[in-house]
């Protein structure tokens, strides 16, 4: 804007109008590029939520799938793991249940180990 006042062929009796329609068309810039912007986030956040591709249906299948098998593990094991799925953290079960961190960890650890080779041997079949 100091550029375009200082400009030699500006007409100083318009001097006021002049910055006053340069700082009107700036601001209207900026909010045109923000609403652009936001209707390109909203465009890609729709895309990742509906869900249609093939790679969300099958995440999905296989999340009820690894869900069925929880079922398989041991009482502890499948209590920390269902909770860890909730949100509930590792040390937030150990508090509820009255155990140490370490305990919880460990039957987390031991869990989730368990889930890894049911799935190992659910694709040992499967075609590359």
């Known amino acids: 804007m100091a550029r375009a006042a200082a400009h030699a062929a500006l007409d100083r009796n318009r001097l006021g109008s002049f910055l006053t329609s340069v700082a009107l068309r700036l601001c209207i810039d900026f909010y045109r590029d923000m609403e652009r912007r936001s209707r390109l986030l909203q465009r890609t956040a729709l895309v990742d939520t509906f869900g249609t591709t093939e790679d969300d249906v099958c995440d ?63 694709l040992e079949g499967c075609p590359g």
Request: charged share 25%; proline share 0%.
């Open 60 to 122: 999905q299948d296989f999340g009820r799938w690894l869900l069925s098998q929880v079922q398989h593990l041991r009482g502890r094991e499948q209590e920390v793991i269902l909770a860890r799925a909730k949100g509930i953290s590792t040390a937030e079960f150990a508090r509820m249940h009255n155990i140490s961190v370490k305990a919880a960890e460990a039957a987390f650890t031991r869990g989730r180990a368990r889930l890894k080779n049911a799935c190992a041997k659910s």
